[in-house]
């Protein structure tokens, strides 16, 4: 069954830092990645996702994340923090050949500190 | 553009109280699906459905029931509410295409005392 790891349920960068959100994946066959994001009070958006055809996949609002395959990770990343960006990250996998089962992670709460 | 529309957002109940959450959306989805949020848990997936007239379990679907007699709609059903089902409900509808993406409304909090 696949399944997806956060390390780090909390993250606190500098605003204009790097922030980078650790997601590894488990999965007996190729997954298909996303990260997602909640602002409060709101329900999830899709930030981008991983469908094979590149390795390095970019999102809204600049961030990107690279699947890399042996080290079974799909980190998301941004060079620049804003303080916009304070918001629960959410790394989700589905397997291929199953649609209808999305797994989530436990979610990272990213805080920005001016 | 409507998207995915959740109903009540916010909900008090007794314990051994039944309600329904609705979710409805306009996007001709075949999937739709509930999770809970709890802190540190992430989204647990409750129950969904692969088209009209088809349901299954999901990782958490103990004291809750749900029905699709129509594409728009996904009820869920708290048959007799317990304080562990204190929570943040989500409904969640993607299309047939393994790569769509989830389209989520914006949650039914839910508080049972």
Request: aromatic share 10%.
């Amino acid at each position: 069954a696949q399944s997806v790891t956060q390390l780090g349920s909390h993250v606190s960068v500098s605003e204009g830092a790097l922030v980078l959100l650790r997601c590894n994946y488990s999965s007996s066959v190729p997954p298909y990645l996303f990260w997602y994001v909640q602002y409060p009070n709101q329900g999830l958006q899709l930030l981008l996702k991983y469908t094979s055809a590149a390795t390095l996949v970019k999102g809204i609002n600049g961030f990107e994340a690279e699947f890399k395959k042996s080290e079974t990770s799909f980190h998301l990343t941004k060079p620049s923090a804003h303080m916009s960006d304070a918001a629960e990250y959410f790394c989700a996998v589905i397997a291929s050949g199953g649609y209808q089962k999305v797994t989530f992670g436990i979610g990272t709460k990213l805080q920005v500190i001016p | 553009n409507a998207g995915v529309t959740q109903t009540p957002k916010f909900q008090v109940l007794k314990t051994g109280q039944s309600m329904t959450l609705q979710c409805a959306q306009d996007m001709n989805h075949e999937y739709m699906s509930w999770y809970r949020q709890d802190p540190g848990m992430g989204l647990r997936l409750i129950h969904y459905s692969v088209g009209a007239g088809i349901t299954d379990q999901g990782e958490v679907p103990n004291g809750y029931n749900v029905s699709r007699s129509t594409t728009e709609d996904f009820p869920l059903r708290l048959l007799s509410a317990a304080p562990s089902q204190t929570s943040v409900y989500f409904c969640a509808s993607k299309s047939r295409d393994i790569i769509s993406p989830l389209h989520f409304g914006n949650g039914t909090r839910l508080t049972v005392t």
